[in-house]
């Protein structure tokens, strides 16, 4: 590494444990609130995002429009999207609540909620069917890289068994629903300090916690407008207010022709105005590194808008032509966040 490259490591190093710090300094004091917050009003909302009212009054139902959102981390894509839709707040921050934003994604083909209190069992449904028998084979023989997001400590799992004489499928399936719960479990136990880091080989690691962390710290909605539920989000998992809905999702989707699993934590805030989803996913099975959305959807003329905000995290815009690869990825982004918030509307428009 570079004596520049150095500095920057130690600075990044040094902010994230002020960052640490700070969080257990507001657990200690108890600075979590256990009543809803207030939904803030559009013009605020909108100022925030840096759009102009002229451009939301003429936007037509089921039209969207995009605006900038920084990106504050070398692997980071970020990107925001408006819709506006002819239904009630309530009905779209429902609809979220019972189906997942999952339901309106083409590329997820399983979603699955992840009980509160789950076991090994809980996440039997997942196999390496989908992907077929050369996924799970080359799972079984995977090395430190990019083919699959795994820590030092999973690979040496993965590495331990000896696949000969068995069909690779069931093996695979069994060793990586292990892997899957305990990554759960983790989380649950420890929120963003219990995510291991990927093992990409030569001393390298990705860091799908220090990622989510960045994008919690940056997203200035949550900190502005929800400041009770930005401090839980951030030192999760502290108890969150009996009025936020929560559940974990195992979601199955379809990436760069590739089966991939998610683990996905939300949370639904709602309230008579309008309401907020926010949502991590805190493993990724392969392909980027960690996500983070959210969903605030507020009353406007005979409806909704519904505001969406996506950060996500990728090894591949890094390095050689990155300057090129960057804004290739963040329009690639834009496009599947168009076309999910278009899919939500049609879904809600036979409710």
Same mark, same amino acid.
């Given at each position: 590494?570079s004596?520049?490259g &150095?500095?920057?490591?130690?600075i990044?190093?040094?902010?994230h444990?002020?960052?640490?710090? %700070?969080?257990?300094?507001?657990?200690l004091?108890g600075?979590?609130?256990?009543h809803?917050? #207030?939904?803030p009003? !559009?013009?605020?909302?909108?100022?925030?995002f840096?759009i102009q009212y002229q451009r939301l009054a003429g936007?037509?139902? #089921?039209k969207?429009?995009?605006?900038n959102?920084a990106?504050?981390?070398?692997?980071?894509?970020a990107?925001g999207?408006?819709i506006y839709m002819?239904?009630t707040?309530?009905?779209?921050i429902?609809?979220?609540? *019972? +189906?997942?934003m999952?339901s309106?994604e083409?590329?997820? %083909?399983?979603?699955?909620?992840?009980p509160? +209190?789950?076991? !090994?069992e &809980?996440? +039997?449904?997942?196999n390496?069917?989908?992907?077929? &028998?050369?996924?799970a084979?080359n799972?079984?023989?995977a090395?430190?890289? #990019?083919?699959?997001?795994?820590s030092t400590?999973?690979?040496?799992?993965?590495? @331990?068994?000896?696949?000969?004489?068995?069909?690779?499928?069931p !093996?695979?399936s069994?060793?990586?629903?292990?892997?899957?719960?305990?990554?759960?479990?983790?989380?649950?136990?420890?929120g963003l300090k219990?995510i291991?880091a990927?093992?990409?080989?030569?001393?390298?690691?990705?860091?799908?916690?220090?990622?989510l962390?960045?994008?919690?710290l #940056?997203n200035?909605?949550l900190s *502005?407008?929800?400041?009770?539920?930005?401090k839980?989000?951030? +030192?999760?998992?502290?108890a969150?207010?009996?009025?936020?809905n929560?559940h974990?999702?195992?979601?199955?989707?379809?990436?760069?022709?590739? @089966? %991939?699993i998610d683990?996905v934590?939300r949370?639904?805030?709602?309230?008579d105005t309008?309401?907020i989803?926010?949502?991590?996913?805190?493993y990724?099975?392969? @392909?980027y590194?960690?996500n983070?959305?959210?969903l605030?959807?507020?009353?406007?003329?005979?409806?909704?808008l519904v505001f969406?905000?996506?950060?996500?995290?990728?090894?591949?815009?890094?390095?050689?032509?990155s @300057?090129?690869?960057?804004?290739?990825?963040?329009?690639q982004?834009?496009?599947r966040?168009?076309?999910?918030?278009k899919n939500?509307s049609?879904?809600l428009?036979?409710h």
């Open positions: 590494m004596g520049i &150095s500095v920057a490591a130690r990044l190093s040094q902010k444990q002020f960052w640490c710090r %700070t969080i257990l300094i507001l657990s004091n600075a979590f609130p256990a809803a917050e #207030n939904i009003d !559009l013009q605020a909302l909108i100022h925030q840096g936007l037509e139902q #089921n969207t429009l995009f605006f959102v990106e504050n981390h070398e692997k980071e894509l990107a999207v408006v002819v239904v707040p309530d009905k779209v429902e609809f979220i609540k *019972n +189906n997942g999952a309106v083409d590329e997820v %083909t399983v979603q699955d909620f992840i509160l +209190n789950a076991t !090994l &809980s996440f +039997n449904r997942f390496f069917e989908e992907g077929g &028998s050369r996924e084979a799972f079984l023989a090395k430190p890289g #990019n083919q699959f997001n795994l400590q999973e690979l040496q799992t993965v590495q @331990s068994i000896n696949p000969i004489n068995t069909s690779p499928i !093996l695979a069994q060793i990586y629903r292990k892997i899957l719960w305990q990554r759960w479990r983790d989380y649950r136990k420890k219990g291991a990927y093992d990409r080989g030569t001393g390298k690691t990705a860091d799908p916690a220090g990622e962390l960045v994008a919690t #940056n200035k909605v *502005n407008y929800f400041p009770g539920l930005y839980v989000w951030l +030192n999760y998992p502290a969150l207010p009996t009025d936020v929560e974990f999702f195992l979601i199955n989707r379809q990436v760069e022709g590739r @089966s %991939t683990l934590h949370v639904i805030l709602a309230a309008g309401g989803v926010l949502s991590r996913q805190f990724v099975g392969h @392909s590194n960690s983070q959305l959210i605030v959807c507020l009353p406007f003329r005979d409806g909704s969406y905000v996506n950060q996500t995290f990728t090894d591949q815009i890094t390095g050689f032509g @300057s090129i690869k960057r804004p290739i990825g963040r329009e982004m834009r496009r966040m168009d076309s999910h918030l939500l049609n879904a428009a036979g």
